[in-house]
């Protein structure tokens, strides 16, 4: 415990002291000493059952034995990790993967850094496509905290003390089409940018009639339509990408980060169709116009191709859909009579208070769950863009025991906080 104390001052003094009085007073002051799969074993004997894993960034949990297996050897070979005056054929065969699960025709993949990397870039490529500067986000949406993201965050939370984002920057409702279509009318809108599922605003879906009408919409306008699938790209929602679970055609650009990581090593990848890149890079003397000095490195291509491999041989797929419609029905089987509802699809999911359940708990509920939960050694994260949810994102090969439990801690907490006597 001293030792916790001695890195604790450490960290106040030279990184954020803010922070850390947030997680000393909300009890997240612990110290992990070991991680494997599911789990986090602190250093005074918990074991905390984590249903956040890094924010969707771990499909496999925490240090997933056979992906750093396999990630060691390539620590060992002797190539040059960056290349810049060369190509990579690591580079080649991830792009073709993640091509070809995405159901891009002739697409082309730029590799970068992490998920606001891939949002600015796919922003950037927009633009130069069609020669506009108006976005498009949608009300609750989350795309990152660069400058340009923070300005398009579907919350104002981010934005305080910031000068207003640019006029040509607009935000519509989610599901809203007609408001989309308004914004789109002048023809002067390179991109409309949007989550199939908005994890920040506790995992809202889009419905596939309105998707479809906004890729209509984007079509008839000459706006390229950009799905940031940054968090649940790579099989969370039980297939490939969001947009195949909710049956929805592939647009014109689609972003993807954290799952590709393996939460071992940082990795993005913006997946264009080949109209976006011949009007980025096949232009005279653009070949390298938009680049990074790590993008398309050769650990970060292997870690994201050993990462699709080992998703293939688990059947991920299969793994996340079971897992996911059970968890719901039993968040809904056990909550509903006090107003919870399991919402989200695969293990892309939230606890969700309704406006009862919120009026009879207090404008807190969710708040008071998370910390309830937490308190039973399990872990969640409340919902930044929806104050009612918790967000719940475990690994993408979490057991049935592990999601058994859940709901048993899930349905004591039901029992202990928020039934009639406790209310009362």
């Not at 750093?68 to 080649?92: K, V």
């Amino acid at each position: 415990m001293e030792d916790q104390a001695a890195d604790a001052a450490i960290y106040e003094r030279f990184v954020n002291p803010a922070w850390s009085n947030i997680v000393r007073s909300t009890g997240l002051d612990m110290k992990p000493v070991r991680a494997s799969g599911s789990w986090l074993y602190m250093e005074d004997g918990r074991k905390i059952l984590d249903f956040v894993t890094g924010y969707g960034a771990m499909p496999l949990g925490h240090n997933p034995f056979a992906l750093l297996e396999r990630f060691s050897s390539d620590l060992q070979t002797l190539l040059p990790n960056l290349n810049p005056l060369g190509i990579s054929a690591d580079a080649g065969e991830l792009a073709k993967k993640l091509i070809e699960l995405a159901g891009i025709v002739d697409g082309k993949v730029y590799f970068g850094n992490g998920g606001v990397d891939a949002v600015e870039a796919a922003l950037k490529f927009a633009m130069v496509h069609t020669g506009r500067t108006g976005i498009v986000t949608i009300e609750g949406g989350f795309h990152g905290l660069s400058l340009t993201a923070t300005w398009l965050a579907g919350s104002d939370f981010w934005r305080r003390d910031l000068p207003a984002p640019p006029a040509q920057f607009k935000q519509s409702p989610l599901g809203d089409t007609d408001s989309i279509g308004s914004l789109l009318a002048n023809n002067d809108v390179a991109a409309v940018l949007l989550e199939p599922v908005q994890g920040t605003a506790g995992a809202r879906v889009w419905k596939q009639c309105d998707l479809m009408k906004v890729a209509d919409l984007c079509a008839k306008h000459g706006t390229v339509l950009i799905f940031d699938e940054i968090l649940c790209g790579i099989a969370r929602t039980g297939h490939w990408f969001a947009y195949q679970t909710l049956d929805v055609p592939a647009p014109q650009i689609v972003l993807i980060s954290k799952a590709l990581t393996g939460g071992i090593f940082p990795v993005s990848a913006v997946l264009m169709q080949d109209a976006i890149y011949r009007s980025v890079f096949a232009r005279d003397s653009a070949a390298k116009i938009h680049g990074a000095t790590f993008s398309g490195n050769r650990l970060g291509m292997r870690c994201g191709s050993h990462v699709l491999s080992l998703l293939h041989e688990l059947d991920i797929c299969s793994n996340v859909q079971i897992r996911g419609e059970y968890l719901k029905f039993g968040i809904d089987r056990l909550g509903s009579k006090l107003g919870f509802s399991c919402e989200g699809i695969g293990l892309a999911r939230s606890i969700h208070a309704t406006p009862e359940c919120v009026h009879r708990f207090g404008d807190d509920v969710a708040v008071q769950l998370w910390h309830a939960l937490l308190t039973r050694n399990v872990l969640t994260i409340p919902a930044a863009h929806d104050l009612t949810s918790v967000r719940l994102l475990p690994p993408l090969n979490v057991t049935a025991d592990e999601v058994d439990l859940f709901l048993r801690i899930f349905d004591d907490v039901l029992q202990d906080l928020f039934s009639e006597e406790g209310a009362a």
